[in-house]
């Protein structure tokens, strides 16, 4: 099937800091991703809709200034978190659209201190 | 907004067939999935269901959808240990191709 990575799996960082999260299509090109966001025992929350070539669609409630999303390539889309405070600590994953079905990548956990 | 419900807990003996139920709002839903995640991974696609299907059977399991009462299950057959994960029901409504998660149920495969 398809596979989706995302770079890093795990980040720890400083409040203050600004840490960038790649979501790559491995074998299938992706026009439109997803970035989704999963507090503990919780479901996910579709942050942004990624278009390639095009500004990122937030959902309501999303800060788009704090969670830059760039859809650079149909391979790759990257989400940006800055200046990142311990409430942005969570477990972000990201899905790119194949056919008709989504493919979520393996997510990245982000802690900050 | 559109509303996806699980029910948060399953557990089941080893061997046994586990079902898995999930409703929702939309009625102009166009595909249904089921993901499973495993402690600190991402979501797998195990399967999905097309909205004019009323089951879909894909070796050990069994999806049925019922669209009158918007009523979605996953049953699967000789549950084992490493079936143990959180489940997640989405549905894609018809105006585009974002999915609308359900609460999750866990499974636990007890010996």
């Known amino acids: 099937g398809a596979v989706v990575s995302q770079h890093p799996s795990w980040v720890i960082c400083k409040s203050g800091t600004s840490v960038k999260i790649e979501c790559r299509s491995l074998d299938f090109q992706a026009t439109t991703m997803f970035w989704y966001r999963q507090f503990p025992k919780q479901s996910l929350m579709l942050m942004a809709t990624s278009n390639e070539g095009s500004k990122a669609t937030y959902e309501q409630g999303v800060e788009k200034d704090k969670f830059l999303i760039n859809h650079a390539s149909l391979t790759l889309s990257t989400l940006t978190v800055t200046s990142a405070h311990p409430e942005d600590s969570s477990f972000y994953i990201c899905?790119?659209?194949?056919?008709?079905?989504?493919?979520f990548g393996p997510g990245t956990r982000l802690t900050v201190l | 907004g559109e509303d996806v419900e699980q029910s948060l807990f399953l557990s089941v003996r080893e061997g046994d067939s586990s079902v898995i139920n999930c409703t929702y709002t939309d009625s102009s839903s166009t595909y249904l999935y089921w993901y499973k995640q495993e402690p600190g991974a991402g979501l797998q696609l195990l399967t999905y269901i097309f909205s004019n299907m009323d089951m879909k059977q894909d070796q050990r399991l069994t999806v049925l959808l019922n669209k009158k009462d918007k009523h979605l299950s996953l049953r699967i057959a000789d549950t084992q240990t490493g079936d143990s994960a959180i489940y997640f029901c989405?549905?894609?409504?018809?105006?585009?191709?974002?999915?609308?998660f359900g609460t999750g149920t866990q499974l636990k495969v007890e010996l």
């Open positions: 899905s790119a659209i194949g056919g008709d079905t989504q493919y």
């Open positions: 989405a549905e894609k409504g018809g105006g585009g191709n974002k999915l609308t």
